[in-house]
């Protein structure tokens, strides 16, 4: 059977659900073809991951409109029976440009954040993969897509086994900050952390709400103490969500001001008001060199200006906003 698998998302990011659905398929007879194929496919797969793609995952598939299709992931539909592929080993061959290993050692989360989509889709923290089951022996690092590796009581054992594995790793969904220990900050401490693309020392961590500020500061101090460097760290920081001007701008500095790296969250890429001009004062580093309330006077205090009249995602008004401002301008 020619079947045909396509990535409706092309974050350029490996598909690891489509990579174990290639093996699968492949052990089941069938001839796999990623992304585009001459003649006519038996049977498609679609996967999109983001919801924001969901509309070309459906236009794609309408190119074959006589073929059966099946979609599936997050941005189409939660329940997609992934689980009953997940521990097929990778197909690497679909991304050769690609040089990790990639999978889940753990799977779910314990807690219920009203944003995310974790708990509802996979269920309770539990292990769910030895490293074996995925890591490439071809290749020297590893892309973790953990959601809270932290809270699997046996992390301490898995980390152990990446820090015994030598090879450089990335968590990069991030780990809970309100879960770090003595202990597994050290163990954290010996592994080779590294960003996504496998330059910088880094740790991922996030700071989603505004409520959890104690065992922030507390984590960094933790992780600090075991020899892990302040600029290190790296929190991904949710706004537009359910938090406001006030707030956002609090978390990001207190960040930048303990040394670690921020980097702006917006919920379902909701632009909102001032919340894409955060995201770009941080993501072009322009927090480095200038104050938020510096950079705020350019670009972002216009942006309002020229929306004049409409209330921003945040609940303040506009009008409030602008006081405030003009407020501390003339201090
Ligand atoms: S801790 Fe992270 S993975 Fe768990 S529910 Fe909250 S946002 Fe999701």
Redesign the pocket.
Known sequence: MQTLLIDADKTGFPNLALMQLSTHLKNHGHTVNFGSMAGKPDLIFISCVFTQNKENAYSVGAYYPDTKKIYGGTGVGKNNGVSYFSHEYPDYSLYPESDYSLGFMTR??????P?????EKEGM?RKHSPLSEFDNPDYKKIMLLD??LL?CPDHINLIDELIDSKKKVCIT??N?I?LITEENAVALQSMRSYDTRFKNKRYYF?W?TPAIEKQVIKGIETLMDAGIRANQLQFYV?INYDTDYFEDKHRLETLLSLGCRPYVMLYNNRKGTYHHHMKRWVERRYCEIMSWDEYDWGDSQKWIQMMNGIEPNNGIKLDNFTRVKQRKRTN
Request: with cysteine; net charge positive; hydrophobic share 35%.
């Open positions: 779910g989360c314990f807690r219920k954040c944003w995310c989509v974790v708990p923290i959601n809270n809270a969904q991030a809970d309100r996030s989603d949710l």
